[in-house]
């Protein structure tokens, strides 16, 4: 598993990646260029994750759009209505991009990165993706600082810790506890498995364990249906980890 580094967006103007290798003396030798890496001014300290688990998808997504409908008294008829700027970034994976549009989009797998760089969705919008893909398509995709090689729903949360949120309220993290199901939102979906397929979550369990211990000054919040959603018995460790309700997630995050 990939080992990162505990840093942050505000601190680091570019990396160095490596662009071409050379075998000299029995060892690799790579060429570096500075990769710069954008600022992102803040909203908040508050940032939303969303995976692809179905019960991320039970909550309704268009409260995070960027700006939203919202009412009050007014004088002129009984309502009026005014533009709010949402407080946070929300992060999404792979085909969320189908039917929402986040702030950014976390894409990994080589079926889901030709699926979303053969449609328009790149021209208008930030997807952030490993350093292989980079060249294959260029200028259409964004690095993910570091190249961590994980599952999307950690990168996800990985990049809001990254930008300096304290608090990243993550929305889907499913995971998988039955052998003849699986919670995937896109099941029987092109490039995802069917509904019926038997998967293992431990990679995705462990992949974002290791976010949470890299990052344990920031709280990661895992927001289910239910207070007793099951959850994984290792993230119960991490002291910067928690479990909240859909209820509580509104009133906490002033949603």
Not at 19 to 27: P, R, S
Not at 60 to 76: A, N, Q, V
């Amino acid at each position: 598993m990939a080992t990162l580094q505990k840093l942050y967006r505000k601190n680091i103007t570019a990396e160095n990646i490596n662009t071409v290798g050379l075998y000299i003396d029995d060892e690799w030798k790579y060429q570096k260029e500075p990769l710069p890496i954008t600022q992102i001014p803040a909203r908040s300290k508050n940032a939303v994750v969303i995976g692809n688990g179905i019960s991320g998808h039970q909550f309704d997504l268009s409260i995070f759009l960027p700006y939203r409908e919202t009412t009050d008294w007014g004088e002129i008829g009984p309502w009026k209505y005014k533009r709010q700027v949402n407080n946070f970034y929300t992060y999404g994976c792979n085909a969320i991009y189908r039917n929402f549009k986040p702030d950014f989009v976390v894409a990994t797998g080589k079926d889901f990165i030709n699926e979303i760089a053969n449609s328009t969705y790149c021209l208008e919008n930030i997807v952030y993706t490993n350093l292989k893909y980079l060249e294959q398509y260029p200028n259409k995709f964004h690095a993910v600082p570091q190249n961590p090689e994980l599952n999307s729903g950690a990168i996800a949360a990985y990049l809001a810790a990254f930008d300096g949120h304290s608090k990243v309220f993550m929305l889907g993290f499913d995971g998988v506890d039955s052998n003849q199901d699986n919670y995937i939102f896109y099941a029987d979906t092109p490039n995802y498995p069917s509904r019926s397929s038997v998967i293992n979550e431990e990679y995705w369990v462990r992949s974002l364990n290791h976010i949470m211990t890299v990052y344990n000054n920031t709280e990661f919040i895992r927001v289910c249906p239910t207070r007793r959603f099951r959850q994984p018995e290792m993230w119960k460790y991490n002291l910067n980890y928690r479990q909240i309700d859909f209820r509580q997630f509104v009133l906490e995050a002033g949603v």
